[in-house]
């Protein structure tokens, strides 16, 4: 059975510092990785998708990365702003299956 | 706007009444999905519904009822529901089993149960 965990749960920085999120899966068998964002009482919106080939994709400031092997993937978040505060979820999907992570809270303080 | 809609967005009910959530995606996906999200727990899934057909059922209370009439609609109807059942209720969908599969969420339903 697939497990997802994310750690911290909670990560409070300042404006302007890059930061890391973790996320790790136990069983290496996934089509792909998808990172989302949710703000308060909202839906999640999706950020990066990573097929299980690929090592990394990006968008604008955010960087996603890839290790299958290792079962662990992040989300770098260059130059934090206090409008990436939320909570940023991690989800890999197998067969049409999706097992997602509890979440990591992110808050960045003016 | 990720393409999947749902309604409405606050719904608040008493145990004893009957009401529809609903939800639909304009992507051309072939699956979709109900979650649950309550305060400090994981996103549950509840139902799948591929191709118009129940695939999955995570052992979901009977007071929860789903309907799935064609690919691009998603209903759950939900009927003498308990205060614990509050709980902010998100719909998905996505092309099933593609390599490339990518869940897309609706803005969800915050749901009051008194």
């Known amino acids: 059975k697939q497990e997802v965990t994310q750690i911290p749960a909670a990560l409070s920085v300042p404006e302007g510092e890059n930061l890391v999120l973790n996320c790790s899966f136990t069983?290496?068998?996934?089509?792909?990785l998808q990172w989302f964002r949710q703000d308060p009482g909202k839906g999640l919106t999706s950020l990066l998708l990573?097929?299980?080939?690929?090592r990394e994709q990006t968008s604008g400031r955010l960087n996603a990365s890839l290790d299958k092997s290792s079962g662990r993937s992040t989300l770098y978040i260059a130059a934090s702003q206090p409008g990436d505060s939320a909570t940023y979820l991690c989800?890999?999907?197998?067969?049409?299956?999706?097992?997602f992570g509890d979440g990591t809270t992110l808050t960045v303080k003016p | 706007e990720t393409g999947v809609t749902q309604t409405p967005r606050h719904l608040v009910m008493g145990m004893t009444n009957k009401k529809s959530l609903k939800c639909e995606q304009h992507?051309?996906?072939?699956?979709m999905y109900w979650y649950k999200q309550s305060a400090k727990k994981p996103l549950e899934l509840m139902f799948v519904?591929?191709?118009?057909?129940?695939?999955e059922n995570n052992s979901v209370p009977s007071r929860f009822s789903p309907e799935c009439p064609n690919s691009s609609h998603l209903f759950l109807h939900l009927h003498t529901l308990q205060p614990e059942d509050s709980a902010l209720y998100l719909c998905?969908?996505?092309?099933?089993?593609?390599?490339?599969?990518?869940?897309?969420f609706g803005s969800g339903t915050q749901l009051s149960v008194l």
């Open positions: 998905a969908s996505s092309l099933r089993d593609s390599r490339n599969e990518k869940l897309f």
């Open positions: 069983d290496s068998a996934i089509y792909n």
């Open positions: 990573i097929q299980s080939s690929q």
């Open positions: 989800a890999v999907v197998y067969a049409g299956k999706s097992t």
């Open positions: 992507l051309g996906h072939n699956a």
């Open positions: 519904y591929s191709l118009e057909e129940r695939v």
